[in-house]
């Protein structure tokens, strides 16, 4: 039997283009974290040669979202603030590890970390807060 995170995970993605034009496939879940991983394409760098950072942020949101929802109820993100440590080049993997630091009855807080495989130090690091409406999502 799914749980409750997983239920909510296939509901979302299943309307959720970025995320699945992004390639990002699920590594793990429950409630209140969820890992990503994509690898970097062509089509997501910047005139650098360089992983977009609206890329990385976007993978960053995507794992938010799956963990602050994991709970069932409707949690969008009402501020987000990304550092950008390195570069992902074309072909990195990147694992995005989202986990719930705080958690409300009307906000939660959540921290974004994301490495890049074969490389010790992480390139990315999110910390966004989401609004935890009363509605639950319907699965």
């Not at 209140?32 to 910047?46: A, H, I, P, R, S």
């Not at 501020?79 to 072909?91: D, L, P, T």
């Not at 970390?113 to 639950?136: A, D």
Request: aromatic share 10%.
């Amino acid at each position: 039997m799914k749980s409750k995170a997983k239920k909510v995970y296939d509901s979302m993605m299943a309307n959720d283009y970025c995320t699945q034009w992004l390639g990002a496939e699920l590594v793990h879940l429950e409630e209140g974290k969820c890992t990503l991983q994509m690898m970097v394409k062509k089509e997501m760098l910047n005139g650098f040669g360089t992983l977009h950072g609206g890329m990385a942020y976007s993978l960053a949101d995507s794992a938010l979202a799956f963990a602050a929802n994991s709970y069932g109820r409707i949690s969008p993100l009402i501020n987000g603030n990304m550092s950008y440590s390195k570069s992902a080049m074309i072909g990195d993997v990147l694992t995005a590890e989202a986990k719930i630091i705080s958690l409300g009855n009307k906000k939660a807080d959540i921290d974004v970390t994301i490495t890049c495989k074969g490389h010790e130090e992480p390139f990315y690091f999110f910390r966004g807060t989401v609004y935890r409406t009363s509605k639950e999502h319907s699965i």
